[in-house]
C-alpha cells in the first residue's frame, strides 16, 4: 500500500511540476517580441526561437498571441484560446501554433491533434476560403511538428 501510495503522490507531484512548467514557459511565450529593443527581450528564449526551423514567422509582426476564438461546432457553443496565431490575407493562409510541455508526445497526440482541429474549424468559419496549417512546439524538445 506504502508503494501504491507513493507512486500516486510522485505522479501527482510529476504533474504539477510539469503544469507549472507549462505556465511559466506559456507566460512567456506569450510576451515575445522578435522586433523588441535587446534590452527587453527575452534573449534565451528568443534565441530557441531562431534555432528551431519554421518558428520564428509565430513570433513576428503578422502574429499574435492568445487569441480568442469562439464559435459552435456540432451544435455545441466552444471557446479557446490559440497559444500563437498567423494570419497572410495575401496568401489566404492560417497557421495555428500550439505548445505543449509532454516530454512523451505519443501519449496525448490525438487530444492534442483534435484540439487544434477544433481552432481549425471554428476559424473556417470566419475565412472560409484560407488554407489552415497546424503546428504543435514540442517545449521539452523545442521540436516544430506539423500535424
Not at 39 to 48: G, S, V
Request: with cysteine; aromatic share 8%.
Amino acid at each position: 500500500m506504502v508503494n501504491k501510495l507513493s507512486d500516486f503522490l510522485s505522479n501527482i507531484e510529476r504533474e504539477n511540476i510539469a503544469q507549472a512548467t507549462g505556465t511559466r514557459m506559456h507566460k512567456r511565450l506569450q510576451r515575445i517580441d522578435i522586433n523588441a529593443p535587446a534590452a527587453t527581450r527575452d534573449t534565451d528564449l528568443i534565441n530557441k526561437i531562431k534555432s528551431c526551423d519554421g518558428l520564428i514567422d509565430f513570433f513576428g509582426a503578422d502574429s499574435a498571441a492568445e487569441v480568442p476564438v469562439a464559435g459552435i461546432i456540432n451544435g455545441k457553443f466552444i471557446s479557446r484560446r490559440i497559444d500563437r496565431l498567423c494570419i497572410d490575407h495575401q496568401k489566404r493562409l492560417i497557421r495555428i501554433l500550439d505548445y505543449k510541455t509532454d516530454s512523451a508526445p505519443d501519449a496525448r497526440r490525438g487530444l492534442y491533434i483534435r484540439q487544434l482541429m477544433e481552432y481549425a474549424d471554428l476559424l473556417r468559419k470566419i475565412h472560409p476560403d484560407y488554407q489552415i496549417d497546424l503546428y504543435i512546439l514540442w517545449l521539452h524538445d523545442w521540436r516544430l511538428e506539423r500535424v
